[in-house]
């Protein structure tokens, strides 16, 4: 009989196992078991192959138990995979009563992140004999007492579960009682002591009786408690409940003192023998005695401790009820209470495991963090949900009560580098209970922005006879990224102007974005230069911006003005003779002078520093013209020299001299030239008149004529020198300048003509490419062959035998520059 109850229960025990092994793995998970008080270092499985990673992927994926209870009990070797067992593990200790006693372990695995869960069952060995409470008891029944009535024992208690705990009870052999086990509702045995004969204490007055409990181990286990069987007299009527069994329910967290129920037995004796007494049966647990209080008279019982669902949702109280009779008599009852639950936990978030930083260019969908989330209440009240800001690139996904946070947006680090996340966590009781969890999450940076200039464009400007290594400007720039993707590198993209690399021109620290004069610059030779800058940050891939600065050189007034005309050496002394009668207002000469500089730099004035009588001659301040302010017939001199000055308009004007000598005859031929401001006398002199206009005319016509030939000459010569002249420079000649640039003022006046001379060749006169405009004007400006920089020719040493030729009446050959104010 013992043998075949033990079976089947173990028949049961492993088809359990085996559907809950199904079920487990049906979810997805891996199931093991281990026997308690194995050694440590004892192998449970492999869970590398299980999960069907290679030795070589335990490694670079990373593969790692999760939460601490896990490592404490357990580990794992990476060389293997296998799962061992850390310590001797007591199932009692652990999980006390319960059937099946299983150890929950995390696994993660990382690059990419996952999380599996391990079901570790503790298999339950007999290393526990059942025992008794009370080794020895003492039971009192009256003579009287008629057979089949019972009197419940104290069950055995055995640690081990299942097959190794308690599975039967044996009496040791009597004449007048029987042992009878009862099965409660959890499963647990309870043996009663059940008299078969009627009792004669006269005959036998005690009786020594031994209780035995087996376990179901092999080989099995027991345990005894003496119960010793005193026979009373008289009071032969126990007390009676009206059932055996009375079911109620409470709500966790009631207050203290609450009112339960309330029990009532009778006993038909009469007097002390009738006087109940209500006490705890020897079954009931000392939790129970803590949590609920007996009134011994009235039979209430009231809640005097904390009542927690969590804990525990079923409590059993068992009620004895005694008589005052002698020998007492006494009746027992069961008071089931179904706890139940109501919304008193809140729900609790583990983070097991968060990404430190999140690079900006993360994907969409990427896990970047695992929680898990237990609600201790059940029901409803254990149902979880949770709540994030709206507007946030993440979202959750849920497993059980696994949660990953994964993206659900493109991240930008230059937007928002950081973000804190208030995930709210709330139950679905009724009120709700909610946790509030705080994420922090910080965006790393990837080089996605490429370097900005502060401006569009940049302007620079620089005074001419500058110092090298002057600093001319700085170029801002700035990058949106943080760290080695922001450092800014600048550059000068290599370009060549006139020839030269711009790179001798200036430099440009690449650091913080100074440019630097490399030479000395000069306004006459160069006004203008393009600086094409690039700036490059230090991310991978580099990204880079580029911009053109335009220095503009600025001029000074560095040049002194350089007379053209009167050219005066030791050498050269031409006088100017003029008539003692000639009239007044009549034009003497005119000084000619040009300034290489250009702007109020270049705008010149004329004044007489010296002459012996200053009252005879006169010069416009702005065209140099000397004229007859006073009667020579009263002239006492034959001879004056007028000393010129020529000034500049610059800050620190600069001035040049001329000397100008006239000498003063009595007749001679009137050589002098005629301005348009003063009309000639046509009565005094017709003939000069019409020999200027005939010359004049014949000039035009030989001009013109000369111009068609050399054109026609041109068509039908390519290579000819003339269309050399027009189109490209011979080697070792200067190239056809652009024409004179002309400025107008707002009422349409000239403001001022820029006309460039060509170097004096070896035959010492002009030559021209084109015929000159013939205007009526006070000079004939001719357009230039070749022209190189202004500053050369002015520069140039003219050797003491060198002359100029003019075509101003036979006196001036052109002139470099007029502003006209």
Known sequence: MDLQIVWMAWNWQVHFLFYFDFCIWAYGQLHY??????????????????????????????????????????????????????????????????????????????????????????????????????????????????????????????????????????LSPNKCFSLNVKQLKDGKLFPELVLENALDREEIGEYQLILTALDGGQPPKSGTAKITVQILDNNDNPPMFDKSVFKTSLLENIPFDSFLIKLNATDMDEGPNSEIEYSFDDHTSGKVRKLFSLDSVSGEIHVQGNIDFEETSFYEIYIRARDKGVPVMEGHCVIQVEIEDVN???????????????????????VVGLFNIFDRDSGKNGEVQIEIPQGLPFKFKSFENHYSLITDDILDRETTPQYTINMIVSDQGSPAMFAITVIVLNISDFNDNAPMFSHGSFNAYIYENNLPGDLICTVYASDADEGENSLLKFSITETYVSGSPISSFIYMNEHNGNIYAQRSFDYEQIQLLEIPVLVQDGGSPTLQSNITIHLFILDQNDNYPKILYPIFTRETNDHLKIRRSVSLGNLVTKVTAVDADSGYNAWLSYSILHTIDSSIFGISAHTGEIRIIQSLLEAEESTYTIFVLVKDNGELPLTSTATVVVSIEENVEDESPQSQDHQPDYNEQPDMTLYLIISLAAISVVSVVTFIVLTVKCLKMENSQFCRCLNEPEPNNFACQPQATLQLNKDGTLKYMEVKTIPRPSTQAYNTCFSPALERTDFTFLRPLDFPQLKDILNEDYDEDDDVSFSLNNEFSEVIQVRNH
Not at 75 to 103: A, H, M, P, Q
């Open 33 to 170: 078991t281990v026997v308690e008080e194995s050694e440590p270092l004892t192998i449970i499985g492999n869970v590398a192959s299980d999960l069907g990673l290679s030795f070589e992927q335990i490694s670079e994926r990373r593969l790692h138990l999760g939460s601490e209870e896990s490592r404490r009990y357990f580990s794992l070797r990476l060389e293997s995979g296998d799962l061992l067992l850390n310590e001797k593990v007591d199932r009692e200790n652990l999980c006390g009563f319960s059937s099946i006693c299983l150890l929950p372990v995390e696994l993660i695995i990382e690059k990419p992140l996952e999380l599996f869960r391990l079901v570790i069952e503790i298999l339950d060995i007999n290393d526990n004999s059942p025992s008794f409470i009370n080794s020895e008891r003492l039971i009192k029944i009256p003579e009287l007492a008629a057979p089949g009535l019972r009197f419940p024992l104290e069950n055995a208690i055995d640690l081990d579960v299942g097959a190794n705990a308690v599975t039967s009870y044996k």
């Open 344 to 366: 008193d936990n809140a729900p609790e978030v583990f983070v097991t495991s968060l990404e430190g930083s999140v690079p900006e260019n993360t994907p969409i969908g990427t």
